[in-house]
T-cell receptor, first 114, second 112 residues
């Protein structure tokens, strides 16, 4: 158990809908990362937050947005969902978000868009 | 395109054998990390090697880094069935903001 929690574990929804994925980092970790893992694209970095502020942005679509709240939990919002958004979404956390830090991954949310 | 690419895509061995997987990347890096992922689960960090290091050990794991060839290898010695998983390398680009980039992974199956 990494100490990172994600809810829900599974999510099935329809195209055009909007969903929110939630992540709670390990106690004491200030940085949160979001990743998307699909069969065709592999594991893609989406976005990183550090202590409530956006720190780095990867391949995140404009239909997706995220935020980190004062209690350090984070939410990833996916809107106007398409079939291709079906994937595993992982959250990871680290202490300070630096390049040499270990990231601890949550168990993921499996999203299926029908 | 992916910064790190693992090779082979899949590897099937018997328990007790060694498993070697490779990672190649394209741009200069500060660090390279290896992770393991059991089917459908989150990634677990295995080892980090800095760009000024050439080799690192952790238990049955040995990682090498050749920055001149932009490649790294992960060796698992005396493999066990429990080592069955996908293995990913992750790199960061030196300079600029930190964006971790993962390869597609090597799927390792260790037969008991």
């Amino acid at each position: 158990d990494s100490g990172v929690t994600q809810t829900p574990k599974h999510l099935i929804t329809a195209t055009g809908q909007r969903v929110t994925l939630r992540c709670s980092p390990r106690s004491g970790d200030l940085s949160v990362y979001w990743y998307q893992q699909s069969l065709d694209q592999g594991l893609q970095f989406l976005i990183q937050y550090y202590n409530g502020e956006e720190r780095a942005k990867g391949n995140i679509l404009e239909r997706f947005s995220a935020q980190q709240f004062p209690d350090l939990h984070s939410e990833l919002n996916l809107s106007s969902l398409e079939l291709g958004d079906s994937a595993l979404y992982f959250c990871a956390s680290s202490v300070g978000g630096g390049q040499q830090e270990t990231q601890y991954f949550g168990p993921g949310t499996r999203l299926l868009v029908l | 395109s992916q910064q790190g690419e693992e090779d082979p895509q899949a590897l099937s061995i018997q328990e007790g054998e060694n498993a070697t997987m490779n990672c190649s990347y394209k741009t200069s890096i500060n660090n390279l990390q290896w992770y393991r992922q059991n089917s459908g689960r989150g990634l677990v960090h295995l080892i980090l090697i800095r760009s000024n290091e050439r080799e690192k050990h952790s238990g049955r794991l040995r990682v090498t880094l050749d920055t001149s060839k932009k490649s790294s290898s992960l060796l698992i010695t005396a493999s066990r069935a429990a080592d069955t998983a996908s293995y990913f390398c992750a790199t960061d680009r030196s300079g600029g903001s930190y964006i971790p980039t993962f390869g597609r992974g090597t799927s390792l199956i260790v037969h008991p």
